[in-house]
């Protein structure tokens, strides 16, 4: 299991999905705040290659041993690839949730969209929110 | 009590797990056939070699007592309502009377065959008839079907007869709405019913946020799917209004009777405006349950749903001799069978001892006393050296569960509300429900139900304070328990990741 930590060069979706730009494609993945609720991950069940993510809707699934949850889009993108390693070693999105353990690569599809997210800041004061909650 | 704290391995622990194909030795038998006494057929003349198996079958070869130790030693590997107390929120794991297993067994009950003609089952087609009356009447829904076989088949039978009763209106619909708070069960029943599945969001009280409702209710809505008193273990007092919001636009209101042991004989699902019940017969009203089965979910509906349920429906009529009772299958507009034969008969047998011999005011006593068992147990929960750890998140009564949650427990000690369940069990007592309802962080289920005595539930609350205590001191323990059970903390990643689905014989 990872430490505790959010990159500086990451958006973040109140949904504790996370962005890297790199150009006119992203990279999708999910928070250390995530993983760390759902606990062990044991199913991946990604996007086809192709498909259309639209921001704020659900795009595929993470199993873990608590329950099934659903991932949100942080952006709208068409799918440039999926993360067969994660298919194939689920857990990699709790040993390396910003590396390894990405989700999907999209090509952008409005990059207008990143400016509603958060930066890490933001999102860390977002955290500390929820649990005052 | 006194925590354990030799961690070293139990007897139990140690012993070599074996199946039954892993035992015994070729040729042992547990019985013997006497010598043939009569001329020998030869076996062509009575089963021709088509039908017939080439080789034999793989069974075990053991011998009598052989069979009684191995399951009576698995028994002993398991935990039940006999052993201990068993607060597992939104399963209604009551204490089973042991009356009814003494009427099940009769043997006019136990031995009678499925295929009976109904002429010389006159009996159980009584019983059966006088079951469907009694949840009719617990429901305030007239028309009831005994046929499905579990909650989770009720509510697929409930959701078909939405669609039937649409289409046969010429109104197609294809969304169902459920809340956030919802069993799985509701959004897997309508997925597989072929409906699309809309959440409903929970307000600041723990009920049905009606802004989002009336948003999302429009005449794409076929029905919508409710619990009450929710997941959350509180009643929504504004089910009269979203009654309105849904029959408003035409859509039915389905009742999850998961939760129904809250108000049995004090307020009925009809009278709220549903149009669909199911019943969890093995929760409710008693039944040995739990690891799949056997289960009951009867339905009960109003009118207008009336005329599409299952068949075969047991009907009474009256002849010179007395009432007589049948099973009818001709409805014209019925969505069908839902199972082969008439469901669950033990089952029906034992919900009938237990309603027959309560009583409507026993019914109601019951759900009183599970309610007050909760917010009883609820109190103490919430007094100092456990109140700090695991936080109530809605302050209200509750009905006949609540939640708590292990996220300050997780903050301040380091131990998370898994680790909490599983070093309960070296206390002798079973966990409540864990991570449902997903909506309340790090969560904990509790319902204890009306057969638990003060003392039980005070004990309960004893052992929750020291668990929590020893995670001051040492959250450790708690993380590496449990250290008493007859196998330690279960890797259940590598089992969902890596299952074993196969066991080779031979």
Not at chain 2, 460 to 473: G, Q, R
Request: proline share 8%.
């Amino acid at each position: 299991m990872a430490d505790e930590h959010y990159p500086e060069d990451l958006r973040y979706h109140r949904e504790h999905d996370w962005v890297r730009v790199d150009g006119d494609e992203a990279v999708f993945g999910i928070t250390w705040f995530a993983q760390d609720a759902l606990g062990e991950v044991v199913f991946y069940e990604p996007p086809a290659v192709g498909a259309t993510l639209a921001a704020d809707a659900t795009y595929g699934e993470l199993e873990s041993v608590k329950a099934v949850s659903d991932i949100y889009a942080p952006a709208d993108g068409e799918v440039v690839s999926v993360n067969e390693d994660v298919v194939a070693a689920p857990e990699l999105v709790n040993t390396d949730p910003y590396g390894a353990g990405w989700l999907v690569r999209v090509r952008l599809t409005n990059p207008a969209r990143l400016d509603a997210l958060m930066d890490q800041a933001a999102y860390v004061a977002y955290l500390a929110g929820l649990g005052e909650a | 009590m006194t925590p354990p704290t030799d961690f070293a391995q139990t007897a139990q622990q140690r012993e070599e797990v074996r199946t039954i194909f892993e035992r015994g030795a070729p040729g042992r038998r547990a019985s013997h056939l006497p010598v043939l006494d009569v001329p020998e057929q030869p076996i062509d003349d009575v089963l021709p070699a088509r039908f017939r198996r080439r080789g034999l079958p793989l069974l075990p070869e053991v011998s009598e007592p052989e069979i009684v130790r191995h399951y009576v030693r698995l028994s002993k590997r398991n935990f039940d309502l006999d052993s201990g107390f068993y607060p597992l929120g939104s399963c209604t794991m009551k204490y089973n009377p042991k009356l009814h297993e003494r009427v099940a067994a009769l043997p006019g009950h136990s031995r009678l065959h499925p295929l009976q003609r109904p002429e010389r089952a006159q009996g159980a087609l009584e019983l059966m008839w006088g079951l469907q009356n009694a949840l009719g009447e617990i429901a305030g829904l007239p028309h009831v079907s005994l046929q499905p076989s579990a909650g989770s088949h009720g509510e697929l039978a409930g959701v078909l007869l939405t669609r039937a009763y649409h289409e046969d209106r010429g109104d197609a619909r294809e969304i169902v709405l459920t809340p956030d708070t919802a069993h799985g069960t509701n959004p897997a029943t309508v997925t597989m019913a072929g409906y699309r599945v809309l959440g409903v969001g929970t307000d600041a009280n723990g009920g049905v946020d009606l802004d989002d409702l009336r948003e999302k209710a429009t005449d794409r809505v076929a029905c919508l799917m409710l619990t009450n008193p929710n997941t959350l273990g509180l009643f929504d007092p504004n089910i009269t209004e979203i009654a309105r919001i849904v029959h408003g636009v035409g859509a039915t209101l389905y009742y999850d009777g998961a939760n129904l042991n809250a108000i049995m004989g004090i307020s009925r699902p009809g009278d709220m405006g549903f149009d669909i019940v199911h019943f969890n017969l093995h929760k409710s009203f008693t039944q040995p349950h739990g690891g799949g089965g056997p289960g009951a979910g009867p339905i009960a509906v109003s009118d207008r749903i009336a005329p599409y349920l299952p068949v075969p429906i047991v009907t009474r009529t009256e002849a010179a001799d007395g009432p007589v009772f049948d099973l009818v299958d001709d409805l014209p507009k019925s969505i069908g069978r839902v199972r082969g034969f008439q469901g669950n008969y033990g089952v029906f047998v034992r919900a009938y001892a237990y309603i027959c011999s309560l009583g409507g005011e026993g019914l109601r006593q019951a759900s009183e006393i599970a309610v007050l068992n909760a917010n009883y147990l609820r109190a103490l929960l919430r007094k100092q050296g456990i109140g700090e750890y695991l936080a109530t998140p809605f302050d209200r009564h509750c009905m006949h569960e609540f939640v708590m949650s292990g996220g300050p427990m997780k903050r301040d000690l380091g131990i998370r509300t898994l680790d909490l369940a599983k070093r309960m069990l070296d206390f002798g007592v079973h966990p409540p429900t864990v991570y449902f309802p997903q909506l309340v962080e790090e969560c904990l289920l509790i319902e204890p139900t009306e057969t638990e005595t003060r003392e039980t539930l005070e004990t309960f609350a004893k052992i929750l304070a020291e668990i929590l205590a020893e995670a001051v001191e040492s959250p450790e323990t708690a993380r590496n328990a449990p250290y008493t059970t007859p196998v330690r903390r279960l890797d259940e990643a590598t089992a969902a990741r890596v299952p074993v689905l196969r066991q080779p014989l031979g």
